[in-house]
């Protein structure tokens, strides 16, 4: 554990974390602009230990996909994982499948603990609870250091969207928004993170139940969803998604199987 330069955490009990997880190396700080840069960072320290945790009670510039900002106040849980792929055999052609992986491991989470909730997965992982997110996730690889993966992991919990902006307001949640409840910030952590663990391993075996999990959670099966890509937007009813992780779309030139890209829109 390294959290030397900070007080012990009230809001984390690192012991716990540490005791009852797969993670083998801890970072906690008590405030960090985004523990994904810090997780990036420290893979390119050849001695950095996987899989690791970066942990912050408060993260003050968190980054979401593409040039998307991560909102979190305190209250909400913002962590990165650091795994070596190589650790769980699973071959650089199905790294892509990991964000679904972590996405069915959030939603299955969540599930647990919020049994009443509409827990969804939107394509590739997104989660939402009663249509509106509740988590991100933005798995990086670093450049330096190709056999590390950096899994960011932003979750509302016991923040409220009330003091987010306007446009937020209305296409976000937490956990205390949908539920009026407080939760322990270490036990959902513990609980995504067994859970993580337990998906990484259907991963690296090729389960076929985890094709299964993320089609069951997916919300966009029959919905009209438009993509873009970088290179051009697509649009096309979802016929779900395949075993290899990539979304098919009904589009007017046939099934279009798209594997990157940000889903913009879904009715
Ligand atoms: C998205 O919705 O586009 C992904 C958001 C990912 C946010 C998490 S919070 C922890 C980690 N650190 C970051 O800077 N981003 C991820």
């Known amino acids: 554990m390294n959290s030397a330069d900070e007080a012990t955490p009230a ?60 909102w979190s106040t ?39 603990l919020i049994p009443q909730g509409d827990i969804g997965l939107k394509w590739p992982n997104d989660v939402f609870l009663n249509d509106k997110k509740v988590c991100g996730i933005l798995v990086e690889v670093p450049p330096q250091r190709r056999d590390i993966l950096v899994i960011g992991i932003g979750l509302n919990v016991n923040n409220s969207l009330k003091s987010a902006p306007a446009e937020l307001q209305a296409t976000a949640t937490s956990l205390r928004d ?18 993580l663990e337990q998906r990484l391993d259907w991963l690296s075996a090729s389960d076929p139940q985890l094709a299964r999990r993320w089609e069951e959670f997916s919300l966009l099966r029959g919905k009209t969803v438009y993509i873009d890509n970088h290179q051009h937007d697509i649009a096309g009813i979802c016929q779900g998604i395949d075993e290899e992780g990539g979304l098919l779309l009904r589009t007017p030139s046939g099934i279009e199987r798209v594997t990157h890209g940000i889903v913009k829109h879904f009715q």
Request: aromatic share 6%; proline share 3%.
């Open 11 to 70: 809001v984390f009990d690192l012991a716990r974390i540490e005791s009852e997880t797969f993670i083998q190396f801890l970072d906690f700080h008590a405030t960090l602009d985004s523990t994904n840069d810090l997780g990036l960072q420290m893979a390119n320290d050849s001695l950095v230990v996987a899989p690791g945790l970066v942990l912050t009670a408060a993260q003050t510039g968190g980054r979401g996909r593409g040039a998307n900002r991560w």
């Open 74 to 112: 305190a209250g909400g849980l913002t962590f990165s994982v650091l795994i070596n792929p190589s650790v769980v055999d699973l071959p650089a052609a199905r790294h892509p499948q990991i964000s679904l992986t972590v996405g069915v491991a959030v939603c299955e989470a969540l599930r647990q």
């Open 178 to 195: 949908a539920t009026g409840q407080d939760f322990e910030l270490t036990n959902i952590l513990i609980d995504i993170l067994q859970m």
